[in-house]
């Protein structure tokens, strides 16, 4: 649709600095916006008038073709956009069926009825509060002219967030990453729930979160995974690569053919943990021969030879004799919980590299972790709202989550 548009505005403006020019322009663009949408939206209002078929509908007896004017110039209504707050007279028409009467300045505009904001203004809200504190995602909103507050931008994050789904692709490798890390929740000491994590390794490089949930430390992998498993069916073999926790297992190895491995990337990481439970000193004779140890067990490269099977098979015994050598002088210094930690670990160290598929990691999920550290760690939270912004920040940083 083609229309004439005049604007009119006089301007008293003191001297011609940037900042004084720019706090004009200011000035005027919040009447030029007003004016400029009021006139578009009569516009289609009155070519819509003349359709036998309207894109609206009575919302009484849903006739969709026989309406007239009540008013082009109702009472105003606040718009919120990514530019400014917008105030516009309603349209109104009144239905020649049943006449009922009703506004459809939100119709036109595409936004739900009583609603403030489009979904495209929300999401990008949404976004810039999962990606900085409230307190400052306000503060920079508003330094762009819009005045919105910490609770708008909450709302909107609440909004996107509870959107969000994640799951398997079964277009990606059958290989992924299941972690948790402590969130703060308000009322409870401390870190008092963990948000679980599972990410699944892109074919490309790099991973994707495959799902997210919130919950105790001592369970709730199965509300993470539940509505995953019918993707994983459609893997003949998937390798879940973890940092020890078995209550992850519980929740899929009845359902699911899972081969379970540990991290190589957390084994020497926590091992630092039970040294310090043994009295261990740090960067000690003792420390430092075990940890030299373990970081030469958990590296294993990648190997493009004919022989390859046989080859990672002698690694595999090489490195679970040295192993059983560190376990040994374990036990011989009075090591009791090193000592443990690896026997426990020993069974899983290299199931996913004698089952074909690449065990080699370098803990993609705790990086994950990290992201969600850097914006969890200022404040604490409820569950739900810590879930709503993670899901929204994890997808902008893994999942191509994006406004344009």
């Known amino acids: ?70 008013t082009r110039h109702g009472r105003l209504t606040k718009i919120i956009t990514i530019l400014q707050p917008v105030f516009l007279r309603q349209l109104q028409v009144e239905c020649k069926e049943c006449g009922h009467k009703f506004y459809i300045t939100r119709s036109l505009l595409g936004l739900e009825k009583r609603k403030r904001m489009s979904k495209d203004t929300i999401k990008r809200f949404g976004l810039i509060g999962a ?18 507050d910490k609770m708008t931008i909450w709302r909107s994050v609440q909004k996107i967030g509870s959107e969000i789904e994640f799951n398997i692709d079964p277009d990606e490798e059958g290989r992924g990453e299941a972690d948790g890390t402590g969130i703060p929740i308000r009322g409870i000491k401390k870190r008092g729930q963990e948000m679980k994590v599972f990410v699944q390794h892109k074919k490309g490089g790099g991973v994707r979160v495959a799902g997210l949930s919130i919950g105790k430390y001592d369970g709730g992998w199965d509300k993470l995974f539940a509505p995953l498993i019918e993707n994983v069916k459609k893997f003949p073999k998937f390798l879940l690569v973890t940092d020890g926790d078995t209550s992850i297992l519980k929740s899929i190895a009845d359902k699911v053919d899972i081969i379970f ?8 990481h926590q091992m630092k943990y039970y040294l310090w439970k043994d009295k261990i000193k740090r960067k000690s004779g003792h420390w430092y021969h075990i940890l030299g140890e373990l970081l030469s067990i958990c590296n294993i490269k990648s190997i493009q030879d004919e022989n390859r099977d046989e080859i990672i098979e002698k690694i595999i015994c090489s490195k679970e004799k040295q192993l059983e050598k560190i376990i040994e002088y374990c036990e011989s210094n009075s090591m009791k919980s090193s000592a443990s930690y690896l026997k426990n670990a020993k ?11 690449n065990g080699k990691t370098t803990s993609h999920a705790e990086r994950v972790m990290r ?15 810590a879930l709503n912004l993670n899901k ?7 999942n191509g989550f994006d406004v344009e």
């Open 347 to 357: 069974p899983d160290l290299f199931s996913g590299i004698r089952n074909k598929l």
């Open 392 to 398: 929204i920040r994890l997808a902008y940083y893994y």
């Open 261 to 268: 491995q540990r991290c190589l990337w957390h084994i020497p």
């Open 371 to 385: 992201t969600i550290n850097y914006r969890i760690n200022a404040g604490q939270w409820s569950p739900a709202g």
């Open 131 to 148: 990606l900085t504190t409230y307190r400052v995602a306000e503060k920079i909103i508003k330094m762009f002219g819009i005045a919105i």
């Open 1 to 70: 649709m083609k229309f004439n548009f005049e604007f009119n505005y006089t301007i008293d403006i003191q001297d011609c600095k940037l900042n004084t020019v720019l706090a004009a322009y200011n000035e005027m663009k919040t009447d030029l916006l007003n004016i400029f949408t009021q006139k578009v939206i009569e516009e289609f209002a009155n070519e819509y008038m003349t359709h036998r078929i309207k894109p609206f509908a009575c919302e009484q007896c849903g006739n969709n073709e026989n309406f007239i004017w009540k």
